[in-house]
């Protein structure tokens, strides 16, 4: 048999199908036990001179490497990502740095989505579709409530980024729908993060390292988790309705 033939099995399409997310998992493994403590405010203090004077001399390659490296960071869910915001803000201020922030982090998610559902995302969305009962019922719910859920994931701060990346590509939901929930829907956290970054000059200067838990001061939190109920409410008020069980 050829090596066209073999790639032609079923078998073999299925494995290909499946190799980029399992690249993926295994580079995102490797990541959290390599570079756990490689992408650290403490090694952006002890590079923050170097990195302002690159800035000065080669702002758009600055832009360039920064946004390939937030896109990496997301795409194989590696650690680092609250440090990559919070740098997008120290290096281009809070309106240029939260837009490379969203940016960089929606490139990430897109492709980490398209590669889980060209992968298990496609046969499980097809049982889904195939199937009844509880399970149909409950992927009409999502496509009926698709935009809200997505907002949701994107809002909910205990929902992990890369949970919110995988889980809408394994059940089926549009990439459209994906893309633009996730750039709008990150943006508040995104600010909030570029937002620390700003005064981070004068927090190293201090010997201080920033202070993340603002993004659980009552001020920060609430209108996130107000945008959380208005993402909610349709589901809600179909609930009330005594609509489809979702």
């Not at 079923?10 to 290909?16: E, V």
Request: proline share 5%.
């Amino acid at each position: 048999m050829t090596e066209t033939q073999i790639m032609k099995t079923p078998r073999a399409r299925r494995l290909l199908r499946h190799a980029p997310l399992a690249v993926v998992l295994m580079v995102a493994a490797l990541g959290a036990v390599m570079l756990g403590d490689a992408l650290s405010f403490d090694t952006l203090r002890d590079n923050r001179a170097a990195l302002l004077a690159f800035r000065d001399a080669n702002f758009a390659g600055l832009v360039l490497i920064f946004v390939g490296t937030y896109v990496g960071i997301v795409a194989f869910s590696l650690p680092g990502a609250a440090v990559a915001s919070v740098t997008g803000g120290f290096l281009f201020g809070l309106a240029l740095g939260t837009v490379f922030n969203v940016l960089s982090a929606t490139i990430g998610a897109a492709a980490i989505f398209l590669v889980a559902r060209w992968g298990p995302g496609r046969a499980l969305s097809a049982r889904m579709d195939a199937s009844e009962g509880r399970l149909q019922r409950l992927r009409e719910g999502l496509r009926e409530h698709e935009i809200s859920m997505l907002f949701l994931l994107r809002l909910v701060p205990a929902v992990p980024f890369f949970v919110a990346n995988l889980l809408p590509a394994l059940v089926g939901v549009r990439f459209w729908n994906f893309l633009w929930t996730t750039a709008l829907g990150i943006v508040p956290g995104a600010i909030v993060f570029t937002w620390i970054g700003v005064g981070l000059g004068e927090v190293f200067a201090r010997g201080e390292s920033p202070d993340l838990s603002l993004v659980r001061e009552p001020y920060i939190l609430g209108p996130i988790l107000g945008l959380c109920a208005l993402a909610a409410l349709p589901i809600l008020v179909k609930l009330l309705r005594g609509g489809k069980e979702v």
